[in-house]
């Protein structure tokens, strides 16, 4: 039985690979809307574990660690975590979210 920690799991590509993996054996998906991880969650009772992890936060790390536990280990990581926007206007803020996202999480 393989063990899949999934993060950016709330939609997109981390999204779609979880529901495949989640015929494979237990998951772990991650995302900061936890409330999208909990439609996926309850799909599968038993065999995904969900996690409101930031990964721009100082304590995504101890909550990747949570999430791992809980699933019993990690033979998969899968990291599909990110954000774009438009910025026509070269807004600094919106620049440095998406590098903090994008290129420095964890």
């Known amino acids: 039985m393989k063990k899949a920690i999934i993060i950016g799991a709330s939609s997109g ?7 495949i993996l ?8 991650a995302a900061r809307r936890f409330d999208l991880l909990q439609a996926l969650q309850s799909s599968a009772p038993g065999i995904v ?3 409101a992890i930031d990964v721009t936060s100082a304590d995504a790390a101890s909550g990747l660690r ?3 536990d809980r699933v019993g280990g ?6 599909s975590s990110g954000i774009g926007k438009q910025n026509g206007e070269l807004d600094e803020t919106i ?6 996202t994008n290129a420095l999480g964890f």
């Open 13 to 19: 590509l981390g999204y779609e690979v979880a529901k």
């Open 22 to 29: 989640i015929n494979d054996g237990r998951i772990g998906i």
């Open 66 to 68: 949570r999430l791992a």
């Open 95 to 100: 620049e440095t979210a998406t590098v903090a």
């Open 49 to 51: 574990e969900a996690e």
């Open 74 to 79: 990690m033979d998969l990581f899968f990291m």
